[in-house]
């Protein structure tokens, strides 16, 4: 059915951004020895409002990425027996070194409490716990409180800063880089922790030789054997009839993992990109790109307003995932992955625009009217079988 919209809008923006700056240095005691597991935090000057959150690795170092539109903001740092360290800072990138003083941390009074954050090593625990609400339904919704990681609107998990190199529930990679699918559907009451690995290197091989500047992260389920997922349905009247269906069951085990993700709607959602692999490896394990389609013929589009896409897009989506990971031998050094997406998608596009010249001494008043309608359809199928072993002293 042709449809056509006379939209006349008058909109006004005032938008201020304010670029992410990145604090670095080391943490040393008066001996100039490195202090582990110092607390960084970047706040608020005068408020008591944290902005970003960091914990120095077993060199002392720290990084930590914030946003702040107030031209000062106040570091402080907090390590065990040491004199906690506040000094107010420039918004802008930079590198600080402080030397912490030694002072006695008296421990009046001793309660056993679940911690919201702990480190060991380069493994940095989150208890979901301590950031969650009602209103949060997914891991997706939780990660976006986390101090120090991002998401961006594409799903992209940024840690730092930096995007992450790997995502693994319970330790193993299933998605192979796409986990938007894990992120948006995977419900809060079945995790336990996140863990953030800093200095990740993939490559069992490898680590300890060659380093690596990305982190990963790794989901801890609150039980070993997990079924779990995530179901929605909606409906809407109009004209066409409106409908957004989620269903997204998921199985995690030691051995076995698998995930199969069904989504359609007529509503401007783009579920069908959660098929993108955000994660890329590295020349180690081999990189990995999202292919994109050929174009045999130049065809002018519809022009599309600057406003998010879910309030224009006139789509009809099906989108159908699964994947699937066993471990194949005793040691799980061994791992078989299956992985297949199809997309059906429609989507119609129209724009119009009328440009009126006035009349001049030279030549009379005209008008040009153009009326762009555009039918966009896309079957798209998918599929890889991965056969790898990752162990710490040799391939065969």
Partial sequence: MKRKIYLFLMVFFSVITFAQKTVSGKITDEDGVAIPS????????????????????????????????????????????????????????????????????????????????????????????????????????????????????????????????????????????????????????????????????????????IPSDAAAINIRLKKSVTMTGRGEVGSGFGDPWLWNVKLTPMFFSKKQQWVVNYKTNNMGEQVENEGNILAFGNRYEGRRINASQNDWLNVENASTPNLPVKRYLFNNVHYLSANYLTNIDAKKEWELKANANYTNNAVERESYSQVDYFATEETPAFGITQNILNNFFTDKLKGELIFTKNAKKRIF
């Fill in 38 to 209: 110092a607390s960084v935090t970047i706040e608020e000057s005068g408020k008591d409002a944290i902005l970003a959150y960091g914990i120095t690795n077993s060199k002392g170092e720290y990084k930590v990425t914030f946003t702040s539109s107030e031209p000062n903001v106040d570091l402080k740092v907090k390590a065990f027996n040491q004199k906690p360290l506040t000094k107010q800072i420039s918004n802008s990138d930079q590198t600080l070194a402080f030397k912490l003083q030694s002072e006695a941390t008296e421990i009046k009074e001793v309660q056993l409490k679940t911690k919201m954050i702990t480190a060991r090593g380069d493994t940095i625990s989150y208890d979901l716990k301590a950031f969650d609400n009602k209103n949060d339904r997914t891991l997706a919704d939780i990660m976006k409180k986390i101090p120090g990681i991002e998401v961006n609107a594409d799903g992209t998990i940024l840690y730092q800063g930096n995007a992450i190199n790997k995502f693994y529930v319970e330790g193993k990679d299933l998605m192979e880089g796409g986990y938007g699918t894990i992120t948006n559907s995977l419900p809060k009451d079945a995790i336990s922790k996140l863990e953030v690995l800093e200095n990740h290197q993939p490559v069992k091989m490898l680590q300890g030789k």
